[in-house]
């Protein structure tokens, strides 16, 4: 079983900077996928960034340059540096983690943590 909880959320002013944390645990492939993905209220969940167990990035064109995806391998744990913080970067923001192993996918979602920026 694998499990994924996220931490470093909260209420932030635009401009301002957050580091969220993703503590992943159990089962998991060594060659994988993690990545950060967000929901705003009444938007569909989209991806924010992702890295590979390589540390190959990507990042939606929304935060490039302003967020940073990290992983820690030895610590299962993988971070999102966030800075220069925007109103429209509000959401519950999820970590995720997959991998294939033959025709199989295996994917996991964290329960989600809430990025309020505000003044």
């Known amino acids: 079983q694998v499990q994924l909880v996220e931490s470093g959320g909260g209420l932030v002013q635009p401009g301002g900077s957050l580091r969220l944390s993703c503590a992943a645990s159990?089962?998991?492939?060594?060659?994988?996928?993690m990545g950060w993905h967000r929901q705003a209220p009444g938007k569909q969940r989209e991806l924010v960034a992702v890295?590979?167990?390589?540390?190959?990035?990507n990042y939606a064109d929304s935060v490039k340059g302003r967020f940073t995806i990290s992983r820690d391998n030895a610590k299962n744990t993988l971070y999102l540096q966030m800075d220069s913080l925007k109103p429209e970067d509000t959401a519950v923001y999820y970590c995720?983690?997959?991998?294939?192993?033959?025709?199989?996918?295996?994917?996991?979602w964290g329960q989600g943590t809430q990025v309020t920026v505000s003044s």
């Open positions: 890295i590979s167990s390589g540390g190959s990035t």
């Open positions: 995720n983690v997959r991998w294939y192993q033959g025709n199989r996918k295996f994917d996991y």
């Open positions: 159990g089962s998991i492939f060594s060659i994988n996928v």
